[in-house]
């Protein structure tokens, strides 16, 4: 599904500055870089680049490393380790070897902490795998009206993925976890270049961490997990925005007190009241905001590209993937006349309720010129998308309705 | 000052790709003091691609957020500097 345009880029030994190119063609280099309402400057600055072990990505950020993964990836089921995003705050990120790894469980709400190695997690306990939407929760900032400061995302920070592991509770259990357990805490090896800079330090609410489905994950899509995604031990929480999801896991600290730090409060904060959000993270409320949890009801359509062409009598294929906070996606609608009339997209096999769920729509439009196309998904929640953007001051949770116009002619 | 920074530069993280060394800021009073200042923590695309929408307090809250929060070892008459810059070269 590679573009000649695309190939040419990242032929041309390596990877051309986006500046030479785009004075070339810019509809078609904006169209590959990233949707035409992202920031002028965000387009401008991105390029397709290729990190060690990855495909050519969209580069947003060199350093720390943020790259977003192409909409057309989004076509299977699973999204291919070396095209899975990648998403960083802090820019030392050391490699970590698999032999000298140690996780550290400890805190002052479990009685018996303990070290364990590589070797004795992929042994000595219980292995579980579970398909789950890991998904940045600034995905789609990029699209946010006004704009916000941060790492400019498209559509593309998010991946769908088989997760394996152990589960988080089982460790949890091994180290006598109390019954005043508030929260469990999670730190990696990356971190800032500053001793200043805020270490990338993040906890979730104890129920949350007991839940089955909360893994510490050895194993991603059948492989070791990659370095950029977090080799060689990660979190995974499915439902929730991966800002949780810690990667180049070192330790696990349960505590009986909320745990403070910059990247708890004031980072990822959603404003109170505003999303029809069901998880709560209580202990790390405050009177006006509430740490991001699980993802609001979203789709995506990743066949088509706005302005695309058709003969008129052509059939059309509408397909894409759908996915919530973990309830599972009910229902997909597509719109072929912008928005007036709604029709029942097919969904694919069903992978798991924190996996998403792909669908398609085939309509032959009845007559020619321009039609607006929008897909409107709902979970069993009975949660469904907006068609006005929730302004909050980060950007999370835009669940908008795409809209995608096609030219029959 | 300079000294500290360009010490800090050598011993900043090692890019994950050498195409950063390519990138370059809009030419304008106080570029080679935003470089510097703003490569020892991450690379320089973070400013083109938030922009061009902040304001002159856009960029001085981000520039406040990068000396308070991050520690960026940025002096007082310097972030001014900085913030000029960025609200010419790259403001709304």
Redesign the interface.
């Known amino acids: 599904m590679q573009t000649r345009r695309d190939f040419l880029k990242v032929s041309a030994g390596g990877l051309l500055l986006a500046g030479g190119i785009r004075g070339a063609d810019s509809a078609v280099a904006a169209d590959s870089l990233g949707p035409a309402a992202l920031p002028s400057g965000a387009l401008q600055s991105a390029q397709l680049a290729a990190l060690p072990g990855k495909l050519p990505l969209i580069k947003k950020s060199f350093r720390p490393p943020n790259f977003e993964t192409p909409v057309r990836f989004f076509n299977e089921a699973f999204t291919p380790n070396n095209a899975f995003f990648v998403r960083y705050h802090l820019a030392d990120i050391p490699q970590v070897s698999q032999q000298r790894w140690k996780l550290a469980v400890s805190g002052d709400a479990l009685d018996k902490p303990f070290e364990i190695t590589y070797e004795e997690l992929s042994r000595d306990f219980e292995q579980v795998e579970v398909a789950a939407v890991c998904m940045c929760s600034g995905n789609r900032r990029g699209l946010s009206q006004p704009h916000v400061p941060g790492v400019q995302w498209g559509h593309g920070a998010i991946g769908n993925a088989r997760w394996r592991g152990v589960r988080l509770r089982d460790l949890l259990a091994k180290a006598g976890v109390k019954k005043d357990a508030l929260e469990i805490v999670f730190d990696g090896t990356d971190r800032g270049v500053l001793d200043k800079t805020p270490d990338f330090v993040k906890s979730i609410p104890a129920w949350k961490a007991m839940d089955e489905n909360t893994l510490v994950a050895l194993e991603m899509n059948g492989e070791k997990l990659p370095h950029w995604n977090g080799f060689p031990v990660r979190i995974v929480v499915p439902g929730w925005t991966a800002t949780y999801w810690m990667k180049h896991l070192t330790s696990i600290t349960a505590t009986a007190q909320p745990y403070q730090g910059f990247w708890m409060n004031p980072a990822y904060r959603i404003p109170k009241g505003k999303f029809p959000l069901v998880d709560r993270f209580v202990s790390q409320e405050t009177e006006v905001n509430t740490p991001i949890t699980e993802m609001v009801v979203n789709s995506l359509v990743t066949n088509l590209e706005d302005g695309q062409k058709f003969a008129f009598g052509q059939e059309i294929t509408v397909a894409g993937v759908a996915w919530d906070g973990g309830f599972g996606i009910a229902t997909v609608e597509v719109s072929e006349d912008g928005g007036r009339t709604w029709r029942a997209a097919q969904l694919a096999t069903d992978l798991g309720r924190f996996s998403w769920r792909q669908w398609s729509h085939r309509f032959v439009p009845g007559r020619a010129g321009s039609h607006m196309l929008m897909a409107r998904a709902a979970n069993r929640a009975g949660a469904t998308q907006t068609f006005e953007l929730i302004f909050n001051p980060a950007g999370y949770h835009n669940n908008v309705v795409q809209r995608i116009n096609i030219e029959i002619t | 000052m300079r000294t500290i920074l360009a010490l800090?530069m050598v011993?900043?993280?090692a890019?994950?790709?050498a195409?950063?060394s390519?990138?370059r800021l809009r030419d304008g009073p106080g570029r080679q003091l935003v470089e510097a200042s703003c490569v020892?923590?991450?690379?320089l695309?973070?400013i083109?691609?938030?922009?061009?929408?902040?304001d002159r307090k856009?960029w001085e809250?981000?520039v406040n957020k990068m000396i308070k929060?991050?520690?960026?070892?940025i002096a007082e008459a310097d972030a001014q500097k900085i913030v000029d810059y960025l609200a010419g070269q790259?403001g709304k």
Do not use: I, T
Not at chain 2, 40 to 43: A, I, L, N, P, R
Not at chain 2, 69 to 73: Q, R
């Open positions: 800090m011993l900043a993280a890019p994950a790709l195409q950063e390519q990138l020892m923590c991450h690379s695309d973070y083109p691609m938030n922009s061009p929408f902040l856009g809250a981000s929060v991050m520690g960026a070892p790259y």
